[in-house]
């Protein structure tokens, strides 16, 4: 089976830097992904690391170590609107489906 | 108009009814899968197509199943409602060789009274 951890709630003031941790455990592993959801709304994709190291588009990063089986999703120059849940994702194998994490809810506030 | 459809977007009903979650897309994604989502526990897996002819039980199928009736649609059925089936449930669709990115509808809330 494959089990995913992060924190179930993270705060954070607006402008400053935030990171949200994934740990791993799986049989083998074939990508990391992040996607964010706002209340009310359906997830959506923000990145995706198959190999080890950063990710950057924007705001948002996200980083890969596969021998520890973290990775995190960093968002910088927060801003309001950031208040949502993040989740991260995996499969172990090439076309399997991906299994999420129970998400982080991350509120930014003043 | 969106990409991934679902029907309906909130639903009432009763112990013991059938009920049928639709979902179709306009995206031309060979797989497409349906997630639960409660609160506090992510979002679980239903079941799962990566083709018209195939269809495979994800990690909660108890209670629930589905039909792949065209590339572009697939249903997710209740058989006999119960009341901890209440839930929102999200389509997604991926390209073969997603990359790890799926699209999601707008998601189904189904209370079961």
């Known amino acids: 089976g494959q089990s995913l951890e992060q924190p179930s709630e993270v705060t954070a003031v607006e402008g400053a830097i935030v990171q949200i941790n994934c740990t791993y455990q799986t049989s083998g592993f074939y990508g990391l992904s992040w996607y964010q959801q706002h209340d009310g709304g359906a997830p959506t994709f923000l990145s995706y690391n198959a190999l080890d190291g950063l990710e950057e588009t924007g705001r948002f990063s996200s980083f890969l170590s596969r021998s520890d089986s973290y990775g995190y999703l960093l968002l910088q120059e927060l801003q309001m609107k950031d208040s949502a849940s993040y989740f991260c994702a995996v499969r172990d194998r090439r076309n399997t489906p991906l299994v999420f994490g129970k998400g982080t809810r991350l509120s930014v506030i003043a | 108009d969106a990409d991934v459809t679902q029907t309906p977007r909130n639903r009432i009903t009763k112990t013991g009814k059938r009920i049928m979650l639709e979902c179709s897309q306009t995206?031309?994604?060979?797989?497409m899968y349906w997630y639960r989502q409660d609160p506090g526990l992510g979002l679980q897996l239903i079941y799962y197509?990566?083709?018209?002819?195939?269809?495979n039980k994800g990690e909660i199928s108890d209670g629930y199943s589905v039909s792949r009736q065209a590339q572009a649609k697939f249903s997710l059925s209740l058989e006999s409602a119960i009341p901890n089936q209440t839930a929102l449930y999200f389509c997604a669709t991926s390209a073969t060789g997603d990359a790890g990115e799926l699209f999601f509808g707008e998601g189904s809330r189904l209370t079961v009274l």
């Open positions: 197509s990566f083709d018209v002819k195939d269809i």
């Open positions: 995206k031309g994604h060979d797989r």
